[in-house]
């Protein structure tokens, strides 16, 4: 991949990596780490982007490092940006992946597709016998 196709990917965390059961932390929703994943070796950035903050933020970033995925930033443009209560929290990104978009979260294999423009390698149905 060449430097101009890299995107900076803005990932919601409750309803879109795992299950929405804030304030705990829901089950992780299937091929959402491993997608993650896919992405960072792909040369993305990846954002959390998240309604959490405090202790239940750490939680969630701890979590994603337990899974493999330490993000470029949290909740912020960059690392070194610190939150201000006097600006608006929307961050610079190429794309969000959240939940709450129209029509709810698309499954994590369509999100990397979309994403990659790949076509999917889903394997051709058995031939039956008979025929309709």
């Known amino acids: 991949m060449n430097f101009q196709n890299r995107l900076i990917i803005a990932v919601d965390f409750d309803g879109t990596i795992v299950d929405d059961a ?3 932390i829901g089950k992780t929703r299937i091929f959402a780490f491993e997608t993650l994943k896919r992405l960072q070796e792909d040369g993305h950035r990846l954002i959390l982007w998240t309604y959490r903050c405090g202790a239940k933020l750490d939680e969630a970033v701890q979590f994603c490092k337990d899974n493999g995925i330490e993000f470029y930033a949290v909740n912020a443009s960059f690392p ?3 939150y ?3 600006r608006s929290r929307k961050i610079h990104a190429d794309l969000f992946i959240d939940d709450r978009n129209i ?3 698309l499954g994590w294999g369509e999100v990397y597709q979309i994403i990659t423009n790949e ?3 889903i394997p051709p149905a058995p031939k039956k016998w008979w025929k309709f």
């Open 84 to 86: 201000d209560y006097s």
């Open 22 to 24: 804030y304030p705990k």
């Open 119 to 121: 076509e999917p390698n």
């Open 80 to 82: 070194e940006e610190k």
């Open 103 to 105: 029509g709810g979260i």
